[in-house]
């Protein structure tokens, strides 16, 4: 772990780091306080390298961080508390608070466990072979659940298993598989605890923001406002070349529609009309096939009819001469 300054400073030298404090205090506009407890010194010396361009990390007794910043005549400075955090450590940035949270989950890295932790995700012991030999370790990944076995002198796993599941301790019999098979499950990284801005104090969860899903969320709704402003009319600097646009178009087809011998609408205009006519056209043979259609069925009918008749007159015929007949007999 980040190791705190030694106990023992001269008087001069207290005096040199609450000056070098209060010289960073004044030159950076975000002050942060960072929470260095549970931080490896390892892990440190990567992240301060990966962060080195945009910000910087400063820590001293927790005293000599509070004489600095009551020294600070920049307003509202007196907010930032270094009593919450553990270990505290000032970072010093040229980002704004929320680009600096989301810069600084953005530089995690992986650490091993030495059990006692929290999973932050499941822990999944992989397919493969292992590189460890037959012994203690085979009955250890057996009892995890995972799928086993000895081939070429190592331990291979069949089937990935879930070792540790999302909130769960990792044991110390856990640590012991998950370093022996070389998996780092934990994500170590610096711990933002209060930011400082422009007399303003930001709480970790203020910071805490899916950047990406807010963007998102600013355009759609910049976007449904300007819909709302140019469909109520609402003119102004945003909206006005939609409103022209739109009210150029109707005219325009309101031009076209009504014939109107406009030089701009004057082509659509026509080809309009003879669009209209061709429909109208349509219309008109559908029409004179209907009429043709109904003339041909009232002549069928009648031709019908008139075969009706005759067979009934024919019938009538024989039944008079079938009469005639029998008067006769």
């Keep these: 772990m980040v190791q705190p300054t030694p106990k023992r400073m001269t008087r001069e030298q207290k005096e040199a780091k609450v000056e070098e404090f209060e010289e960073a205090i004044e030159e950076y506009d975000v002050i942060g306080i960072l929470d260095m407890q549970s931080l490896p010194a390892r892990q440190l010396q990567e992240i301060e390298a990966e962060i080195e361009e945009f910000a910087d990390i400063k820590m001293s007794r927790k005293t000599l961080m509070n004489i600095a910043l009551e020294n600070s005549d920049k307003e509202g400075i007196d907010q930032l508390d270094t009593d919450e955090a553990m270990q505290p450590a000032f970072i010093f940035s040229t980002k704004d608070p929320f680009q600096l949270y989301s810069l600084i989950q953005a530089n995690q890295t992986a650490a091993a466990a030495d059990g006692g932790e929290i999973a932050p995700n499941d822990i999944e012991v992989p397919e493969g072979d292992t590189g460890i030999g037959p012994g203690p370790m085979l009955g250890k990944l057996q009892q995890t659940g995972a799928q086993v076995q000895v081939d070429d002198g190592s331990i291979h796993v069949m089937q990935p298993a879930t070792m540790v599941e999302a909130g769960e301790e990792i044991t110390a019999d856990d640590a012991e598989i998950l370093n022996q098979l070389g ?56 909206t006005a070349s939609a409103i022209i646009s739109e009210a150029v178009q109707k005219a325009k087809n309101l031009a076209i529609s009504e014939g109107l011998p406009e030089e701009e609408t004057i082509e659509e205009a026509v080809s309009y009309a003879h669009s209209a006519a061709q429909s109208v056209d349509s219309e008109a043979d559908v029409e004179s096939a209907k009429e043709e259609l109904q003339e041909d069925e009232a002549e069928s009918n009648e031709e019908t009819a008139e075969e009706e008749i005759e067979d009934e007159e024919s019938e009538a015929d024989e039944e008079s001469s079938e009469d005639e007949d029998k008067e006769e007999e």
């Design 183 to 238: 998996i780092e499950p934990l994500q170590i990284g610096l711990d933002l605890v209060v930011a400082y801005s422009d007399a303003e104090i930001f709480e970790a969860e203020e910071l805490d923001i899916d950047t990406d899903q807010y963007r998102e969320d600013i355009e759609s709704a910049a976007t449904a406002g300007f819909n709302l402003a140019v469909n109520a009319g609402v003119v102004n600097e945003t």
